[in-house]
């Protein structure tokens, strides 16, 4: 979805190294949400956030840490990265809702390499 | 915890005929119910989903669903696949009290000419 985009498109680092993945969207939603997509496994989340000051844990936040900047920012952080976080990175969004029955629109993904 | 199971990792099938992606869930509460596909190189994008009402649920490109409370089942189906079908699908699952989308592994989908 182009409303939702997502810097680097591709990243190769070492082990050790600390990396900054970066989410913008424009469709003005509150919920943004960090997933990771690993072959089999279909998609993980990793940290989620309904507003800039509401920020949750997914199933797999170890070794991992989000900031919220704005509305329409999110970004993901590898604070010291390790081969297991090699993987497809994605970023989604999705209106505010009582329940959890709003689709959510997804972002091209980051291809993370660890060396 | 709430769960999806997609039990093929890929499907076969010729251009023209009907298409079954299958999807069996558990979750406490009320299900909300997703599909998604995803093209080589790109994002998910969303095809359809059952919230509440009619069993069947009808999605983007010919694609329907039908919701079956009994077997926790949500199937994927076309009536005559197009090779421009070809992609990875993924099913998934909320509750009406849930704030984590849940997904399964995925199903590559090949449609042959």
């Known amino acids: 979805d182009a409303d939702v985009t997502q810097t680097p498109r591709n990243r190769i680092t070492k082990t050790g190294k600390r990396i900054m993945l970066e989410c913008s969207q424009t469709k003005g939603h509150d919920r943004m949400y960090w997933y990771r997509q690993d072959p089999g496994l279909g998609l993980r989340l990793i940290y989620y956030s309904f507003d800039v000051k509401d920020i949750n844990k997914g199933e797999i936040s170890d070794g991992y840490s989000v900031s919220r900047q704005a509305q329409a920012k999110f970004s993901l952080s590898l604070e010291s990265a390790i081969p297991n976080q090699t993987a497809l990175y994605f970023c989604?969004?999705?209106?505010?809702?009582?329940?959890?029955?709003?689709?959510?629109?997804f972002g091209p993904g980051t291809r993370l390499t660890v060396l | 915890a709430q769960s999806v199971a997609q039990p093929e990792d890929q499907v076969n099938v010729a251009e023209g005929n009907p298409l079954t992606v299958k999807c069996t869930y558990s979750v406490s509460g009320n299900p909300y119910l997703f599909w998604y596909v995803q093209y080589p190189n790109r994002g998910l994008q969303f095809l359809l989903k059952y919230i509440t009402g009619d069993n069947l649920v009808k999605g983007s490109y010919g694609f329907e669903a039908e919701f079956n409370k009994s077997q926790t089942s949500f199937h994927l189906k076309k009536p005559s696949a197009l090779v421009s079908d070809s992609a990875l699908y993924f099913c998934?699952?909320?509750?009406?009290?849930?704030?984590?989308?849940?997904f399964g592994g995925g199903t590559r989908l090949m449609v042959k000419p």
């Open positions: 989604a969004t999705s209106r505010r809702s009582s329940g959890g029955y709003n689709e959510q629109f």
């Open positions: 998934a699952v909320n509750n009406n009290a849930g704030n984590m989308l849940t």
